[in-house]
């Protein structure tokens, strides 16, 4: 159904790979057509409560956006493209259910903005991870400028940006870009611990949680706070809040029910 896409239902795990290894997974606007229509789908089932998103192969996450469909951009063209793939990628950032981008090779331009818009990642130690856009006299436009300096700061975003050079997973682990770095061979394993510890959670908690965190990316304390506390309070409302807490004080094992 899909052309440069995979989209694979593994219990509770969706499984969302970009699917152009002969290209190292270039995400083309085809692809991002895709992608919504896959989020679409991922969106409609209640099953499902985590998503992982990776590249194919073992060379890319992504390499970027299309170097060839770049090249036909003019100012009108880039900015609805631009617009598109910032739409898109933010529908991934604003799922109910966390994301865990599983960076298995190069994650350039676009890869590195699509990990980005995940919840957490976890590189391969043979990633490399850059916004190389400057050296092909373009800066970065899937949302790089804004969700990178909020994860690892001005300066070293500015670096990254306006050096382009791409920085290695131990590196990313010290700004914090990646929650992880794994060997290659145990990517997908430890990427599907970390999705099943959020599985064990209680379902709205964790949506809850997500929520009142991203309220922190846009800036004001005041209605960040705000957010947090009427999503605390939403999560008191829960049955799963009465069994978590009931649990901890019997001393057993919490049984949730995602209500
Ligand atoms: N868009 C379109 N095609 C791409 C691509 C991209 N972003 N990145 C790689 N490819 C294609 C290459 O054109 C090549 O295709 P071909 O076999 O038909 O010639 C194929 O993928 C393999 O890439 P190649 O460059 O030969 O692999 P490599 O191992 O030598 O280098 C990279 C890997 C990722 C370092 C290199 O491909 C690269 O720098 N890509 C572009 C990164 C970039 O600037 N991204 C930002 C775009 S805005």
Known sequence: ???NILLEIDGSIAIL???RPDKMNAV??????ELDQALSEIEKNPDLRVMILTGAGDKSFVAGADIFEVQKRDQILARSETRRRQEVYSRIEALEIPSIAAINGWALGTGLELAMACTMRIASAKARLGQPEVKLGIIPG??????LPKLIGMGRAME???????????QALVFGLVNKVVEPEQLMDEVKVLAAT?????KLAVQYGKEAVLRYAEGSLAEGLAHESYLHALACGTEDKKEGIAAFIDKRKPDFTGK
Do not use: C, F
Request: avoid cysteine; proline fraction near 9%; aromatic fraction near 2%.
């Open 1 to 3: 159904m899909y052309e």
């Open 17 to 19: 790979t970009i699917n």
């Open 160 to 170: 990254m940006i306006l050096t382009g050079e791409p920085i290695k997973p131990d």
């Open 28 to 33: 083309n606007n085809a692809t991002v057509d």
């Open 142 to 147: 899937a949302g790089g400028t804004q969700r």
């Open 198 to 202: 959020l599985i064990e959670r209680p």
